[in-house]
Each structure stands twice: as C-alpha cells, then as structure tokens.
C-alpha cells in the first residue's frame, strides 16, 4: 500500500450540512489530483458532521488548496482548511492504561 505524504491530507471544517463527497472533490480539484475526498458523518443518522478530509496525490497541491481555499465562503459558510493531524501509534499508547 502507498503511503501518504506527510502535509498531502487536508482537514475542511465548517461545511455546510448539504455539502456532499462529490461537492468537496469538485471544490478542491482545481488544485491538482485529488485521491480522497470524504465526510465525516454520524453514526446513528448517517447524516454529514459539517467536516471532511481532501487527500492529495502531491503536498505541493495540497499547500496550494490550503492558502487558496482557507477562509473563503462555500454554500454561504466561511470554511476553514489546514493540514490534517495524524497520530502516531507511540501519541496513542498514552491514553491506554
């Protein structure tokens, strides 16, 4: 399996509820080749949490889509967009007692 370039993930808060995978993928592709373009969504309703995650193939296109798209108005909602958070397997192992 490839593995993911550290800073090619970005983390879109603040979507609008009826922001859909296809809408995010479509907003975020004129910045270069998009692998994943996905939503959270809760569990029980199955209904969007109002954020996702837009993989990159390249960090270069990932940085570019952070500084063009962070802070514009999408659906009437000012989203915000950075690099993801990973944690690491050694940052896990210390909430597990």
């Known amino acids: 399996m490839a593995k993911r370039l550290l800073g090619s ?9 009826y922001t859909t995978p296809k809408d995010l993928k479509r907003l ?14 809760d569990p029980k309703t199955q209904r969007p ?4 995650f ?4 390249s960090d270069v296109d990932a940085q570019n889509a952070l500084k063009a798209m962070n802070g514009k108005i999408i659906d009437g909602r000012l ?8 944690i690491t397997p050694e940052q896990g192992d ?4």
């Open 94 to 97: 210390d909430n597990v007692k």
């Open 79 to 86: 989203i915000f967009v950075e690099v993801a958070k990973t």
């Open 54 to 57: 837009v993989t990159f193939e």
């Open 9 to 17: 993930q970005l983390f879109v808060s603040r979507l609008s509820f």
């Open 49 to 52: 949490k109002g954020f996702g």
């Open 28 to 41: 975020f592709s004129p910045f270069g080749a998009i692998t994943e373009a996905r939503l959270v969504v």
